[in-house]
């Protein structure tokens, strides 16, 4: 199982005083440095955080794998047309959120994201669908020919009971293995954190986690570097 890092909120930090600093774009160096084998931002339309230079910096100097996080708008879809990340995750997005708050609903807009995926792969940019762990989904985002999905495992990760936890393992691993049977690429995240990602490591047919909000919260304390190793630790045990 590879690890990610989602960067956005080493943004949200520079953002916090409109300055320059800490930079995303160094951040992410960072990252690979310490064995992430892929770096995850959003490029939200309120720009709250990841900007348009940092997505463009970050194309040219990210050596593993960008992936881009985005809402299906026609000005962010020419934005990564233009930039050409490694992949593009699709997710939903509405501006009151505090951070992404579910998967999309890809059985509802079937037509829809079916026509964005064809524009992604005729500029040969992989796809990526944030859905929950649902059969319907699943099936519907393997019929419209994206690359991959990625299962939102914030119910998991919100969860507080063992039986709960343990329900909502089970849903994502049920998920992971019919992508799988789907011959998709199957990536899980939201809410992931040094304690809830233990069990994942017996999920075999996860191919990769997006961890971000964890990661930063202990860089504060531990410094970024250490951060990211003690997450990769856990992740390839």
Same mark, same amino acid.
């Given at each position: 199982?590879?690890?990610?890092?989602?960067?956005?909120?080493?943004?949200?930090? &520079?953002?916090? &005083?409109?300055?320059?600093?800490?930079?995303?774009?160094? *951040?992410?160096?960072?990252?690979?440095?310490?064995?992430? +084998?892929?770096?995850?931002?959003?490029?939200?339309?309120?720009?709250?955080?990841?900007? !348009?230079?940092?997505?463009?910096?970050?194309?040219?100097?990210?050596?593993?794998?960008?992936?881009? $996080?985005?809402?299906?708008?026609?000005?962010?879809?020419?934005?990564?047309?233009?930039?050409?990340? !490694?992949?593009?995750?699709?997710?939903? /997005?509405? =501006?009151? $959120?505090?951070?992404?708050?579910?998967?999309?609903?890809?059985? *509802?807009?079937?037509?829809?994201?079916?026509?964005?995926?064809? +524009? @992604?792969?005729?500029? +040969?940019?992989?796809?990526?669908? @944030?859905?929950?762990? $649902?059969?319907?989904?699943?099936?519907?985002? *393997?019929?419209?020919?994206?690359?991959?999905?990625?299962?939102?495992?914030?119910?998991?990760?919100?969860?507080?009971?063992?039986? +709960?936890?343990?329900?909502? %393992?089970?849903?994502?691993?049920?998920?992971?293995?019919?992508?799988?049977?789907?011959?998709?690429?199957?990536?899980?995240?939201?809410? %992931?954190?040094?304690?809830?990602?233990?069990?994942?490591? =017996?999920?075999?047919?996860?191919? /990769?986690?997006?961890?971000?909000?964890?990661?930063?919260? &202990?860089?504060?304390?531990?410094? %970024?570097?250490?951060?990211?190793?003690?997450?990769?630790?856990?992740? =390839?045990?």
């Amino acid at each position: 199982m590879r690890l990610a890092i989602n960067i956005d909120h080493i943004a949200t930090l &520079r953002e916090a &005083r409109g300055g320059v600093e800490p930079d995303p774009v160094a *951040a992410a160096a960072i990252c690979e440095i310490a064995g992430a +084998e892929g770096i995850v931002c959003h490029l939200r339309e309120d720009r709250r955080h990841i900007n !348009d230079r940092d997505v463009r910096l970050l194309r040219e100097t990210v050596k593993t794998k960008l992936d881009l $996080e985005m809402a299906a708008t026609d000005e962010i879809i020419g934005i990564a047309i233009d930039v050409l990340p !490694d992949l593009v995750t699709l997710v939903p /997005e509405h =501006r009151q $959120e505090l951070t992404t708050e579910g998967g999309i609903d890809v059985v *509802a807009q079937r037509d829809f994201y079916g026509d964005v995926i064809k +524009e @992604f792969h005729g500029h +040969e940019i992989p796809v990526s669908l @944030f859905i929950e762990p $649902e059969q319907d989904q699943i099936e519907t985002a *393997a019929a419209i020919e994206t690359d991959m999905i990625e299962i939102h495992t914030g119910q998991y990760a919100n969860a507080v009971t063992d039986e +709960e936890i343990q329900e909502h %393992l089970e849903k994502i691993r049920t998920a992971a293995a019919l992508g799988k049977k789907f011959q998709l690429d199957v990536n899980a995240g939201h809410g %992931l954190n040094y304690v809830n990602i233990i069990p994942f490591r =017996r999920i075999h047919d996860i191919d /990769e986690v997006s961890i971000g909000h964890a990661v930063i919260s &202990r860089a504060v304390l531990s410094g %970024l570097e250490t951060a990211v190793r003690d997450m990769v630790t856990l992740v =390839r045990e």
